[in-house]
T-cell receptor, first 113, second 112 residues
Framework: DGGITQSPKYLFRKEGQNVTLSCEQN?????MYWYRQDPGQGLRLIYY???????QKGDIAEGYSVSREKKESFPLTVTSAQKNPTAFYLC????????????FGEGSRLTVL | GQQVMQIPQYQHVQEGEDFTTYCNSS?????IQWYKQRPGGHPVFLIQ?????EVKKQKRLTFQFGEAKKNSSLHITATQTTDVGTYFC????????????FGSGTQLTVLP
């Protein structure tokens, strides 16, 4: 089935450690996105990529990094510089054009101990 | 990015009652999308509105886009427990950035 796969679903890390969240899509979508969601709040854009080997900062990019070496993959690294990393992270993709719907993965819940 | 205000933040209704959530922008929007996120789940696309004054229906859900394209609403008639979740509006920023900015969401609780 076509879709977006995020892993791991749950992740625990100690302060000071970097962690990488995986996002893979087989929808042949050009654009991919990472959002962060805190309890009871909306989604905030971290990074997005409209094409392979190119990505742009969103509203809250500090403390995060991404890469887009393949069309199917858009991993997110939460670095130790991110002051409050505990959150629910959602990856999404969209076909070409700026009016298409977003397809979301099931999310990764990161807890920093 | 484009800013949208969404109200109310929370809404509790008795099963069978109606529900409405609103999104408002200070600037004219090119279009607006609506998503639903079930508890513990991920957002799922419901609909996109593009035209001024547009009204679309999906069974018990009615979506409206204001005449000035600065506001939108989602109305659910006769809520059911399956309607529980958080409803988000989302707008696409102008220009080439193509960022989708989400409202803060309205969390709907339906009491049986």
């Amino acid at each position: 089935d076509g879709g977006i796969t995020q892993s791991p679903k749950y992740l625990f890390r100690k302060e000071g450690q970097n962690v990488t969240l995986s996002c893979e899509q087989n929808l042949n979508h050009d654009a991919m996105y990472w959002y962060r969601q805190d309890p009871g709040q909306g989604l905030r854009l971290i990074y997005y990529s409209q094409i392979v080997n190119d990505f742009q900062k969103g509203d809250i990019a500090e403390g995060y990094s991404v890469s887009r070496e393949k069309k199917e993959s858009f991993p997110l690294t939460v670095t130790s510089a991110q002051k409050n990393p505990t959150a629910f992270y959602l990856c999404a993709s969209k076909s070409h054009g700026h009016t298409g719907e977003l397809f979301f993965g099931e999310g990764s819940r990161l807890t920093v101990l | 990015g484009q800013q949208v205000m969404q109200i109310p933040q929370y809404q509790h209704v008795q099963e069978g009652e109606d529900f409405t959530t609103y999104c408002n922008s200070s600037t004219t929007l090119s279009n607006i999308q609506w998503y639903k996120q079930r508890p513990g789940g991920h957002p799922v696309f419901l609909i996109q509105l593009v035209k001024s004054g547009e009204v679309k229906k999906q069974k018990r859900l009615t979506f409206q886009f204001g005449e000035a394209k600065k506001n939108s609403s989602l109305h659910i008639t006769a809520t059911q427990t399956t309607d529980v979740g958080t409803y988000f509006c989302a707008v696409i920023s102008s220009g080439s950035a193509r960022q989708l900015t989400f409202g803060s969401g309205t969390q709907l609780t339906v009491l049986p």
